[in-house]
């Protein structure tokens, strides 16, 4: 499913959301698209670009524990990221990414693997992964971009649920 970048800023600057992003496959896509759209300040704090294992634990906290156990694309390596970003951006919401974009990849992590994190105050952080396969660099890149678009839109979604159920 495409997603409608203009709704999901329109749907968080309602809801007085504030997002984040730390990326580290898609190298600032994600937080790209979110800033294309115009009126995207009042909804997007920062994007932090953490290509590197020095740059996860440097700008996001991530553990040199976790990345020596479980590596850099992980579920558990995404859940830290999430976090990292909603604890230093002081942000509502945020969503990471860290995969292998190809070309390349192994028996055991395939090209294509692309592990997501979505972090929301006082919640749980919420991981998957998506085997997108041996599309190509560019292909994978977009599908990951997308659905952390996605991502972020059904948290919002989940968000207004929430606040309109809730007695005032």
Do not use: W
Not at 24 to 47: E, F, H, K, Q
Not at 142 to 165: C, G, K, M, P, V
């Amino acid at each position: 499913m495409t997603p409608d970048t203009a709704a999901l800023i329109k749907q968080a600057t309602a809801l007085g959301v504030t997002i984040a992003t730390a990326e580290s496959c898609t190298g600032g896509m994600i937080a790209a698209a979110l800033t294309d759209i115009p009126g995207s300040s009042a909804v997007v704090d920062r994007g932090f670009v953490t290509y590197s294992n020095r740059a996860k634990m440097d700008m996001l906290g991530v553990r040199s524990e976790t990345l020596d156990a479980h590596g850099a694309v992980s579920e558990e390596v995404a859940n830290e990221m999430a976090a990292g970003a909603l604890n230093r951006g002081q942000v509502t919401l945020t969503v990471s990414v860290t995969g292998i974009a190809g070309p390349g990849g192994s028996e055991f992590k395939p090209e294509g693997r692309v592990c997501f994190g979505l972090a929301r105050s006082d919640q749980q952080v919420i991981t998957e992964t998506i085997e997108f396969g041996a599309i190509g660099r560019d292909r994978v890149r977009a599908e990951t971009r997308d659905h952390a678009l996605n991502l972020l839109t059904r948290a919002l979604t989940q968000i207004e649920q929430e606040s309109s159920s809730s007695p005032d």
